[in-house]
C-alpha cells in the first residue's frame, strides 16, 4: 500500500492533476516547488497575494507572527497560528492547523490535515485528514546522509533522494512527541501510539505500538 492511489483522496489537494503524474508519492517531492509556482497562476480571486510568490485565500486566519516563506499557498479556512514558520514550497489544503512552533518545508498538505503543537514536517506528503499529535516530527535525512530506501518487508524502493520524509495516508493519527523516520509510509486509517519511533512502511487499518507490536484494527 504505498502507491499514491493506494494512499491518498486525490480530489482533496490541488495538487491532484500533479500526483496522477507519479506512481509513488516520494517521487512527487521534487517537483512541490515547481507546482505551486504553476498553480498560483490558476488561483480564483479568493486567493490574495500577501508577499512575493505566497497567496493565502481570503478565508484563512493567519496570525500576525506567523512566517510564510515563498513559494506557498495556504487553502480556505485554513488556520496559520501564532509562531508557525513555512519555511518555503508549502501547498496547504483546506481547513487545516498549522499550529504554534510548527515548521513546513517542500510538503503537500491535504485538506483537513492538522499539524498544530511543535510539529517539524519536511519533504512529506500528508493525506486528507492526517493528524500529527503534539511534538511529532518527521525526520527527512538519515544520520549517515545516505540516499532514503523505502522499506516493505522484502521490498526495496530506491529513492535517490537524500531527503524524504514522511507519506502519510488518509485518515492517519499520528501519536505525540512520536518520530516518523526518513521515508516512512503510513496507510490509510492507521494510527500510531505516542512516543512511537517508526520507520518503514506500516499498513493501512493498523494500530502501531512499537515496530514489533503492529496489529490491524478489527
Known amino acids: 500500500m504505498v502507491k499514491i492511489q493506494e494512499l491518498y483522496s486525490l480530489e482533496h489537494t490541488l495538487a491532484k492533476d500533479y500526483l496522477l503524474q507519479y506512481e509513488y508519492p516520494w517521487q512527487a517531492l521534487k517537483g512541490i516547488h515547481e507546482l505551486i509556482l504553476q498553480l498560483i497562476d490558476t488561483l480564483d480571486e479568493h486567493y490574495k497575494q500577501v508577499s512575493e510568490g505566497v497567496y493565502v485565500h481570503e478565508t484563512a486566519k493567519i496570525y500576525p507572527n506567523a512566517y510564510l ?5 495556504i487553502g480556505p479556512r485554513t488556520e496559520v497560528r501564532p509562531g508557525a514558520f513555512i519555511r518555503q514550497d508549502a501547498l496547504v489544503g483546506a481547513d487545516c492547523v498549522v499550529g504554534n512552533s510548527t515548521e513546513l518545508k517542500n510538503v503537500i498538505l ?4 492538522q ?12 493525506g486528507y485528514y492526517a493528524h500529527m499529535g503534539a511534538g511529532s516530527i518527521t525526520s527527512n535525512v538519515k544520520s549517515d546522509q545516505t540516499l532514503v530506501v523505502i522499506q516493505d518487508q522484502d521490498q526495496r524502493y530506491e529513492t535517490g533522494r537524500k531527503k ?5 495516508g488518509d485518515h492517519v493519527e499520528v501519536g505525540c512527541n512520536s518520530v516518523l523516520n526518513p521515508g516512512t509510509v503510513v496507510g490509510c486509517n492507521t494510527n500510531i501510539y505516542p512516543l512511537s519511533c517508526v520507520r518503514h512502511v506500516i499498513p493501512a487499518h493498523s494500530i502501531f505500538k512499537d515496530q514489533n507490536n503492529i496489529v490491524h484494527k478489527k
Open 110 to 113: 491535504f485538506d483537513h490535515v
Open 69 to 73: 516563506g515563498s513559494p506557498c499557498i
Open 115 to 126: 499539524v498544530p503543537h511543535y510539529n517539524y514536517v519536511g519533504d512529506s506528503i500528508l
Open 164 to 168: 524524504v520524509g514522511a507519506m502519510l
